[in-house]
T-cell receptor, first 115, second 113 residues
């Protein structure tokens, strides 16, 4: 079974703190994604990566950065957390041939509260 | 970025009723996917659609890829309590070069036993 593991399920951080959200997948997938989920807004793409050290901005990259030093690991970084970044963060991965119908697999999510 | 309009936002139905939800877009998509998210979990794929006009079933679920490639619907027949959750549509357009899904805002389904 494909497994996408997010290191923290629940975090509480203070405004201004640097926050790292880690994601690891065990299927040798090329593509990895970070989404945030907010009520009524669905899932919005923050960043994605289609190869090691490669990254592309999604729809809401402001206030975030990412790191992909190894194929299996994709980290989301909040340089200076703010209260409007309180949300559920979802990591996902897929093989490169997503167009052939290979699905995207999601982690269980990380609930971040910034106080 | 691209946007998907998903409706309804929420539904409260009786067990045994049929459910229908849909997504529309101003942009064309080459692939439509439907996901379900249980409370506290990540979304799980229900149905994938790859051709305009395609109609696909997965048990009590049926989904269609609109002919214009700008819409899709999901039907659930004879709902049961475990159908409770949030349903998301998602689209992919490889012609844009964007290799990531665009999601709708979700339909929250509640089923009264």
């Amino acid at each position: 079974d494909v497994k996408v593991t997010q290191s923290s399920r629940y975090l509480v951080k203070r405004t201004g703190e640097k926050v790292f959200l880690e994601c690891v997948q065990d299927m040798d997938h090329e593509n990895m994604f970070w989404y945030r989920q907010d009520p009524g807004l669905g899932l919005r793409l923050i960043y994605f990566s289609y190869d090691v050290k490669m990254k592309e901005k999604g729809d809401i990259p402001e206030g975030y950065s990412v790191s992909r030093e190894k194929k299996e690991r994709f980290s989301l970084i909040l340089e200076s957390a703010s209260t409007n970044q309180t949300s559920m963060y979802l990591c996902a991965s897929s093989s490169a041939e997503i167009y052939s119908g290979n699905t995207i697999y999601f982690g269980e999510g990380s609930w971040l509260t910034v106080v | 970025g691209q946007q998907l309009n998903q409706s309804p936002q929420s539904m409260f139905i009786q067990e045994g009723e049929d459910v229908s939800m849909n997504c529309t877009s101003s942009s064309i998509f080459n692939t439509w996917l439907w996901y379900k998210q249980d409370p506290g979990e990540g979304p799980v794929l229900l149905i994938a659609l790859y051709k305009a006009g395609e109609l696909t079933s997965n048990g009590r679920l049926t989904a269609q890829f609109g002919i214009t490639r700008k819409d899709s619907f999901l039907n659930i027949s004879a709902s049961i309590p475990s159908d409770v959750g949030i349903y998301f549509c998602a689209g992919l357009n490889m012609d844009t070069g964007r290799r990531a899904l665009t999601f709708g805002s979700g339909t929250r389904l509640q089923v009264q036993p």
